[in-house]
Structures are given as structure tokens and as C-alpha cells.
């Protein structure tokens, strides 16, 4: 510990380390999941220049207890909200001196069952010196009039705080954040700091948030050698989960491989890596089935083992689920009283897609906006619930489960399917009982209760999440799921549910006909015409619920301002109004954006206001959930209000934060504030599973990598009621020419080979897949269908005569 201590203390810390020595008098704020604290200390002796007796101390400590002494190191700051305080960057324990002192000490809250009585028996017989004495010699303890218990309680314990104190110093000498640290000191507890020494990589496997690089760095500087096993396994894992995450692929080859492997290795020491000692690192990793290797591709074994799993899990769905019970006549019979009952008629194609979802084991439901999915989700739901007799009150069901369940990938997703339906509709990770924290290979999820499941918003379900939802469907439920195959595929690896409906394993109907048209949507046409390859012909000309502002990249911004300046006079509320973009920099990027918003919905000097991450916060701000906390009801990509800021003695800044999400209160911590930020603009992937009565959408040309269709289609689909368009028309244009290239998966062979159901020949509306997903895209392809025209199977209806005909028709050559 002590070397490690030398060898990340910066040259000036070496010379003059700056230092306060004093007794802690008051503890202002320790978060609830890190060690990181704020306190006030009483100086007794110190080398920096500060003029009075007391002085604010931040930094990441352990137990510490008020009226005890501490020797802090680090250095003076002047916070631009707090003022001047001490920024600890490590810290002692000075041995308690005082009565009273040892005392709370002995009965603090990591002594549990020793009392302030007992405290005070063991300082009257062993004096001020206690705590040194009991250390030295736990024996002490049997001249003190206390039970065996309790002298067990304060041995073992004081040797538990002893050795928290110790890691957490250790710790502070790498330059690890607090809840960095913490979350190394849950994973190893005692052991962390001789992990990290013997091998600092297992970090980059095991926590969250450490990069190659930091554990390189620590690794270096402890003198582990540039070409040591541990350090190339670790550089080539680091690099199949970078290639993976920056592309959403479940796996990666060889090539590119090498290639970021080598790139990452060498960059930090300028010492060449051999080919050799690659290949033997890939055979290591492969042994110690951390990897797994088939032909040219290359897994993580978590990754590898998920779409393994899932293709397994379908399987058993399918093959187990008993035969429906009703035959086409039964249901339609059913489906009769429902339209009725909810003065609807559904066309021929909305009954097949209902009487065949509740006849399937596993159904796949799929189409753009304003093709009627909801409704018949609606439709699903009540005559199966007419065809097994059960009621849909869910009051009826106080001692046992709801017989359908309802779930999506977003708590806005969730509560639009709620509201969609009258029923209880959940986010997927509050039905597993998932908190977001758990690793990828996690088996920490509850069994699904039910007769059917529906999932809404199924496009941005990852692999992983897919694996966890599969595998916690009973034998004999049904499943259903919904989604819209050209939006984004998810932020995760994978793209689960466009390889489901490539697969061919599932019966699934595409949704063709528009409804909402009737309304005379705009917003559902250009949508549909952008998933054609095209903008409307009168893209640039306004309708009454769509518009184009034609600008540059520099001007974003000033006509954003005026365009809600406009929404808010004409009574547009704050959560109705939604911008979004594509990237956070830039002049017409999120971050700045969200400052311009603002300073329109927030017109007045705020009371209160605190600056996190380089935006300033204030009661009224609207904010958007970045992770899933399900403790508390609230799920990345939901929104609401800041209602209330709180602070404490002698602080003159908030120190907790709360927010009002659909009436769902969550107070945040200040450790806890980088779990939202600012969402008066929000990116267009956290806008998925979400609606607005008006989008505000600007695409210039500074976004150009991000630039393709079903980034556009996706945006556009958010506005429910208007939508503004503003920015460069060849931008638009340049988004609708560019599709995006599938990902590297392999689960639409994982299905075929699990499930091996003979593709439909005549596919139409049902299983109908847009060829998109026929470009070579590195996924690995499922000959379903005959891949070369001959007469036989023009006749037979197996092929398209058109095949890789594209948009070509025939008039094109007249």
C-alpha cells in the first residue's frame, strides 16, 4: 500500500504535501452508495494558509465518527458553488485521545450491540488509550465487566474497521472515484488491494467503469512487464467488448481484432506485441472460456452464451406450450363481442393477426406508425380473456397473479402501454426484478406469473435483457411480441428483434395499412415515406401538423429559441414540447441546446440552483433518467420535474435533489446526481418508447456520421400531434439514402438450428421482412427461401421474380 501511495503522488504532492490534521466535529453528508463524505473538521495543526479554526473536508473515507481525529492530505480548493474547502485525497486515522471519544467511537453504529455503557466501561478500565490496547492485545478486554459476546463484538469488529479503513486508503492512493472504490471494495471487500496488486486487470472484467487503460496504468507503474500474459489477455479483452459496444455486435473477427488489440497494447508502452503472443493469449482466453472462437468470429463467452440461451429458451416456449384450445371460428366469434363492446372493426389482416397470436405458443407483431398495433394489443387481450372466462378487473386478483402481463423496455413505454390497454403494464426490468445493476450473465431474476405476456417496444430490447425476459417464461404461458422492425435497434448488443422476424422460427405478421391517416396525419406519411427511401414530396412545404425551417448549422439554436418561445405562448406545456438530436456537441448539439431551451421554460432568477457536469439545475428543470433504478420506480429514458432542492447547516448549495416522475417522487443524493441530466433536448435513442405532442427535430450536417434512416424514422415517429423540422434539406435527404448496416449477430442461426421450422413459402403480410436485411452486413444469413430464379419456383410461388430488383419496377425500363 505504501508503494502504491509513492507511485501515483503527483511530484508537488512529493515535495510540499499540503495536509490538515483535527477532530471531527460534524459529518454534513455521506452517500448512500460510495464512501464519499463531506465534513467539518476543527484544525489542530496544518501547512496550508487558512485563517480560521474549522474547515470543510470532501473525500472518499470509511466509518468515521465525530469528536475523533484524523490526518487528511490532498488539497485547498475554491468550489464555485461551496466556496474554499479541503479536497481529501487520502486519509489516517489519528488515534483516538479523547474519553469521549473512545466512547462514541465503541458505540457507533460498526459496534452493533455495544452500547454508550459498555463503551464507557471499557474506557474506565483501559483508559483513553483503549482502542491502541485492544489492537495490540484483544485479551485486554477481559479485565472490563462486559459478556463474551460483546468482547467478541468489539475484536471482531474493531479488525473489520481496520481493514475497511485500510482498503479504502489503498484505494484513495490509486485515484479511484467514490463510487468507483465502493463498488471495488463490494466485488473483493478485504482483498481488493491484493488483487489489485497481484493483477490490476481483473478490474477491467469484474467493475463496471474501469477502463484498459486506468488498470494498464496502475499495472505499469507496478512493474508488471509490457508483454505479460495477464496484460495481453486483458488488452484483447478489452478490445472484443470495445469492437462489440461500438457496434452493437455480438461478436467480432480476427482483423479488427488484432488490430485494436495491437493499436491499445503497444500505445501505452511503444513495445511491439507479437503475433505469437496473441494467438497463445486467444488460445488461453479460449481455455479459460472467457472467449469462444468459431471459424472467423470471435465471442465473449457472456455474449456467445446469451443468444445461445435465448434461441434454447424460445424453443422450449414453442414446443412445450400445449395446442390452442379455439379454433379460427371460436375466436372470431369472441372477437365479434369485443368490437362491439369497444365500437371497433378490425380488417381481415388485424383478425388473422389476433386469431393466430392467440393460437400461437409465441407471436411477433410488427409495423410503423398508425398501422393499429395497439389496437390490437387491445384486441388480443380481451378475447383471450373472453375465450378462458377469466376477468380483466384486476381487483379480483388480490391472491394471485393477473393472468396478462404487460411489459416494455422503458417506464414511458410502460405507461403509455398501461393507458393504451386500462391495465398494469410494467418496465421489463421491474418484472424480472432486475435493479440495472447486475452483470450481463446474471441469473438474479424472477419467474414471470401469467398466462400472457406482451411486450411493447420490442426493437429496443438487447441481448442480454432478451436472455433474462426468455428464460423467466414459464412452460405454458404465451408471449406476444410487438414492435416497429425499423427503428433503431437497441443501445445494447445485438438486434434481437429484427433477427426474430429474419429467422423465420415465429409466426409474425407485418402491419402494411395505415389507420391514423384518417386523421390526416402528415407526421404518419413522411414516416412512412422515409422508410420507402424518400422524403414526401412536400417535405419542404408546412401542413397543418408538420413544418420545415430551412437553416444552418450556426442558426440551430436561435430558431430553436423562437420556436419555443412560439409553442409556450400558444399554451404548449413543458413536458408537450421535445427536441431532439443526434449528438451532444456542438453548436447545434444536445448540451448546448439544452441550455437554450431552458432559459425559455425558466425565464425567472431561480432561489435555488446547483451546477452539475457544466449545466446549472433549478426547481422546475425538466430532467431525463439516464439508469434503471427500479428500487425507486424510475427507468433510463424517463422524464420529470425538479420539485424541490434541500440543503443543510452551513452549506450554502443544494445537497439533495427531488424529482417528480408521473408522480413518482425520488430524492437524489449530491453522489447520486449523475443519474439525471437536463432533457429539455434528449438524444433520439433515449426518445425510443416515447411520444410528444410536438418533436422539434434539427439535422444539419455537423451530425453527419450519425445521419441515416432509422435514426430520422425514429425521430419522427416521437411527434404524436406536430412535428418541426428545421435544419439543411440534404441533410434530411442524405438520412433517407443511408440505411444502416445490420449488425454482427448470430441468432438468427442459434433459432434454426434450435428450433428448425421450415420457412413459409408464401410469406405476404405474414413474416414479411423488408430486404433491407438482405445487404451484407457480416451477420450470418439462413438460406430460408431458393436463392436463384428458375421456372419452377416462379410457379410454386416460392420466389420473388423481382429478387435484388430493388426499388426497380418495370416502368423503369419503358
Known amino acids: 500500500m505504501d508503494r502504491s501511495v509513492d507511485l501515483f503522488e503527483s511530484d508537488d504532492q512529493q515535495n510540499d504535501p499540503k495536509y490538515v490534521d483535527g477532530r471531527l466535529k460534524a459529518i454534513f453528508f455521506s452517500s448512500n452508495d460510495s464512501f464519499y463524505k463531506v465534513v467539518l473538521v476543527e484544525i489542530t495543526d496544518t501547512n496550508i494558509n487558512w485563517p480560521e479554526d474549522e474547515i470543510v473536508v470532501t473525500g472518499n473515507f470509511g466509518d468515521l465518527v465525530e469528536e475523533n481525529s484524523y490526518h487528511f492530505t490532498g488539497k485547498l480548493i475554491d468550489h464555485p458553488r461551496y466556496g474554499e474547502q479541503f479536497q481529501a485525497s487520502n486519509y489516517t486515522s489519528l488515534i483516538a485521545t479523547t474519553r469521549d471519544g473512545v466512547v462514541k467511537y465503541l458505540s457507533g453504529d460498526q459496534f452493533p450491540g455495544v452500547g454508550r455503557k459498555t463503551a464507557e466501561r471499557v474506557v474506565s478500565v483501559l483508559g483513553e488509550d483503549a482502542i491502541e490496547k485492544i489492537n495490540s492485545d484483544g485479551r485486554v478486554l477481559d479485565d472490563v465487566p462486559i459478556s463474551e459476546k460483546l468482547k467478541h463484538a468489539i475484536i471482531d469488529n474493531l479488525t ?55 488498470a494498464d496504468a496502475i499495472a505499469l507503474k507496478l512493474g508488471i512487464i509490457p508483454d505479460s500474459n495477464e496484460r495481453i489477455r486483458a488488452g484483447l479483452m478489452y478490445a472484443i467488448d470495445e469492437l462489440c459496444l461500438r457496434n452493437g455486435d455480438t461478436y467480432t473477427t480476427t482483423a479488427p481484432l488484432v488490430a485494436m488489440a495491437t493499436d491499445v497494447l503497444e500505445g501505452n508502452t511503444n513495445q511491439k506485441i507479437s503475433g505469437k503472443k496473441l494467438a497463445e493469449s486467444m488460445v488461453a482466453l479460449a ?58 372493426t378490425y380488417d381481415d389482416s388485424q383478425v388473422a393477426a389476433i386469431v393466430q397470436a ?37 381487483n379480483a386478483y388480490k391472491d394471485k397473479a393477473f393472468p396478462v402481463v404487460l411489459a416494455a423496455p422503458t417506464g414511458r413505454a410502460a405507461k403509455h402501454m398501461s393507458e393504451s390497454t386500462g391495465l398494469p403494464a410494467s418496465t421489463i426490468h421491474r418484472l424480472l426484478g432486475l435493479n440495472g445493476r447486475e452483470s450481463n450473465d446474471t441469473d438474479a431474476t424472477k419467474d414471470i406469473e401469467g398466462n400472457l405476456l406482451i411486450i411493447d417496444e420490442m426493437s429496443m430490447v438487447d441481448t442480454y435483457l432478451f436472455r433474462s425476459l426468455v428464460r423467466a417464461v414459464p412452460n405454458n404461458m404465451q408471449v406476444v411480441l410487438v414492435g416497429d422492425q425499423d427503428q433503431l435497434p437497441s443501445v445494447g448488443p445485438g438486434q434481437v428483434f429484427h433477427d426474430l422476424l429474419v429467422s423465420d422460427q415465429i409466426p409474425a405478421m407485418q402491419l402494411d395499412t395505415i389507420y391514423r391517416q384518417e386523421k390526416g ?39 430553436i429559441d423562437q420556436v419555443t418561445k412560439h409553442a409556450k405562448q400558444k399554451q404548449f406545456g413543458l413536458m408537450d414540447v421535445q427536441v431532439l438530436a443526434p449528438m451532444y456537441r456542438g453548436n447545434a448539439g444536445i448540451d448546448h441546446l439544452n441550455d437554450t431551451v431552458q432559459a425559455i421554460w425558466q425565464d425567472k432568477p431561480a432561489k435555488k440552483a446547483v451546477t452539475i457536469r457544466e449545466h446549472t439545475y433549478r426547481i422546475g428543470d425538466k430532467v431525463l433518467q439516464l439508469v434503471n433504478n427500479p428500487e425507486q420506480n424510475v427507468f433510463n429514458g424517463d422524464i420529470g420535474i425538479i420539485v424541490s432542492m434541500e440543503t443543510v447547516k452551513d452549506q450554502k448549495a443544494p445537497t439533495k435533489i427531488t424529482i417528480d416522475f408521473d408522480e413518482t417522487e425520488v430524492t437524489y443524493e449530491k453522489s447520486e446526481w449523475s443519474q439525471f441530466t437536463l432533457a429539455y433536448c434528449t438524444s433520439i435513442h433515449k426518445a425510443q418508447g416515447s411520444e410528444f405532442k410536438m418533436v422539434i427535430l434539427p439535422i444539419v450536417h455537423q451530425y453527419s456520421r450519425m445521419l441515416q434512416r432509422n435514426l430520422l424514422y425514429t425521430a419522427v415517429t416521437r411527434a404524436s400531434d406536430f412535428l418541426i423540422m428545421l435544419g439543411e434539406q440534404d441533410a434530411f435527404e442524405q438520412c433517407v439514402r443511408s440505411v444502416s448496416v445490420n449488425r454482427r449477430t448470430s441468432l438468427v442461426k442459434r433459432l434454426v438450428d434450435a428450433i428448425g421450422r421450415p420457412a413459409q413459402k408464401v410469406r405476404s403480410k405474414v413474416a414479411e421482412i423488408n430486404d433491407s436485411s438482405s445487404e451484407d452486413n457480416g451477420a ?31 416502368k423503369d425500363f419503358m
Open 521 to 559: 396525419s402528415s407526421i404518419i406519411q413522411l414516416a412512412h415515406d422515409i422508410h420507402s427511401g424518400k422524403l414526401s414530396a412536400n417535405f419542404a412545404k408546412n401542413q397543418s401538423d408538420r413544418s420545415f425551417i430551412p437553416c444552418r448549422e450556426n442558426q440551430v439554436s436561435s430558431v
Open 358 to 394: 392467440i393460437q400461437s405458443p409465441a407471436f411477433i407483431l410488427t409495423g410503423g406508425p398508425g398501422t393499429g398495433k395497439t389496437t390490437i394489443i387491445n384486441g388480443i387481450v380481451n378475447t383471450y380473456a373472453r375465450l378462458h372466462e377469466f376477468s380483466l378487473d384486476v
Open 287 to 344: 481455455k479459460e472460456n472467457k472467449i469462444v472462437g468459431q471459424d472467423d468470429r470471435i465471442y465473449l463467452t457472456r455474449l456467445y452464451n446469451a443468444e445461445v440461451q435465448i434461441a434454447e429458451h424460445i424453443n422450449r416456449i414453442i414446443k412445450n406450450k400445449d395446442e390452442s384450445d379455439f379454433n379460427d371460428e371460436a375466436i372470431k366469434k369472441q372477437l365479434k363481442i369485443v368490437e362491439k363492446q369497444f365500437d371497433i
Open 780 to 810: 450470418e444469413k439462413v438460406s430460408a427461401l431458393p436463392d436463384h430464379l428458375t421456372v419452377a419456383v416462379i410457379n410454386n410461388n416460392e420466389i420473388d421474380p423481382m429478387i435484388g430488383m430493388g426499388s426497380v419496377s418495370p
Open 160 to 214: 473489520v474497521d481496520d481493514n475497511l479503513e485500510k482498503v479504502i486508503i489503498g484505494l484513495n492512493s490509486y485515484g479511484f472515484s467514490s463510487q468507483i472504490a465502493s463498488a471495488i471494495y463490494q466485488k473483493y471487500h478485504e482483498d481488493a488491494l491484493k488483487i489489485i496488486s497481484e493483477n490490476p486487470y481483473q478490474l477491467v472484467e469484474d467493475i463496471d467503469g474501469i477502463s484498459f487503460r486506468k
